[in-house]
């Protein structure tokens, strides 16, 4: 379909009536997590302007796919420097008067996000902790300046009464300006210096631990390794890595938790080798009938892989690391 063709198509149509199109081609599943992303008010927007549709033409359709296929395009060509490439796509198709409005969009987009990169590097708890003593239009000009994902994760740490007065600015703010953005970026920057220096500093130990996690056994030979050459190291290393034994020495309530989301032929393979105490550590957080069939699965396993004895640990171990990231299990209360 030519780029004429499509403009003449889409002519008249607002972009709400674009993005309800858009949301009724890729469907119901697909645009539920879009609208996760999305302020209140414009999922009511999109979502009045879905009921108004009585039928989808093939042909709108498809100049709809190809117009949005065209804005990520050319945000893709803009953010790895082919602007002018990107400029005469969108001149063929749009015309100039909207395609310069859309090149203005795309370049405050990728000020926008060199301006705050540094926030990538933030937890969206610590970010908010941060700035949740701004105004609510500060707060609204930083999240909308961030990626969908990112920006609903630190809005949805704020106070409830901050989270709707940020949307609602959110939803109503109009165009700010590149020096304004970057006044904020500096501010904010020099405020967060800290926090991102501490960052900087465990973060490594944080990404090394997570590996040997994921090592197994030979996890404590590199640890023995690393504290003939730096014994702090080694203990900061340790003190950020949760092995097998963590899991067993966890609280009944949270052990069982964890069994809850792992097959009973798993654990039966991760306990092959275990010892007496741990196999009752993992039984007495299990109902009866759980436990009469883990005792089958057990007594029924002949000779076991080490390394598959290692690779159901490791699925026992990825519940209960995710458990501890969602606050559903708390290792300091075992500590």
């Known amino acids: 379909m030519s780029e004429e063709i499509n403009r003449e198509l889409l002519k008249g149509m607002s972009m709400i009536e674009k993005v309800a199109h858009f949301c009724?081609?890729?469907?119901?599943?697909?645009t539920v997590k879009i609208f996760q992303h999305l302020p209140k008010n414009v999922v009511e927007e999109i979502s009045t302007a879905i009921t108004q549709i009585n039928s989808v033409d093939k042909d709108v359709s498809l100049a709809i796919l190809d117009e949005f296929h065209l804005y990520t395009r050319?945000?893709?060509?803009?953010?790895?420097?082919?602007?002018?490439?990107?400029?005469?796509?969108?001149?063929?198709?749009?015309?100039?008067?909207?395609a310069d409005d859309v090149l203005a969009k795309l370049s405050r987009m990728k000020l926008a996000a060199q301006s705050f990169a540094y926030l990538d590097a933030i937890n969206p708890k610590q970010l908010s902790d941060f700035i949740k003593d701004e105004s609510p239009q500060t707060i609204a000009v930083i999240l909308s300046h961030m990626e969908a994902p990112r920006a609903a994760e630190v809005l949805m740490q704020?106070?409830?009464?901050?989270?709707?007065?940020?949307?609602?600015?959110m939803a109503t703010i109009k165009d700010v300006s590149p020096d304004v953005v970057?006044?904020?970026?500096?501010?904010?920057?020099?405020?967060?210096?800290?926090?991102?220096?501490?960052?900087?500093?465990?973060?490594?130990?944080?990404?090394?631990?997570?590996m040997l996690n994921r090592v197994g056994p030979k996890s404590q030979e590199i640890l023995k390794?690393?504290?003939?050459?730096?014994?702090?190291?080694a203990t900061k290393i340790k003190e950020n890595m949760f092995v097998f034994e963590d899991l067993l020495n966890l609280e009944t309530e949270y052990v069982m938790k964890i069994l809850q989301n792992v097959d009973t032929a798993d654990v039966a393979v991760a306990m092959k080798n275990a010892t007496e105490e741990d196999l009752e550590k993992i039984t007495s957080a299990m109902s009866q009938r759980a436990s009469d069939r883990f005792k089958e699965e057990y007594e029924m396993l002949n000779k076991v892989k080490i390394k598959?004895?290692?690779?159901?640990?490791?699925?026992?171990?990825?519940?209960?690391?995710?458990?501890?990231?969602?606050?559903?299990?708390?290792?300091?209360?075992?500590?």
């Open 24 to 30: 009724v081609l890729i469907g119901e599943d697909a």
């Open 74 to 98: 050319s945000k893709g060509f803009i953010s790895s420097g082919g602007f002018d490439y990107a400029k005469d796509i969108l001149y063929k198709s749009l015309g100039k008067g909207e």
């Open 158 to 169: 704020l106070e409830e009464d901050i989270r709707v007065k940020v949307t609602m600015q």
């Open 182 to 210: 970057r006044t904020i970026s500096v501010i904010l920057e020099k405020k967060l210096e800290s926090l991102l220096s501490s960052i900087v500093d465990v973060g490594g130990v944080k990404v090394v631990a997570d």
């Open 225 to 233: 390794n690393i504290n003939g050459v730096d014994t702090s190291l």
């Open 308 to 335: 598959d004895i290692e690779a159901a640990q490791r699925k026992m171990l990825d519940v209960a690391q995710k458990m501890i990231e969602e606050g559903v299990i708390d290792r300091d209360m075992d500590e």
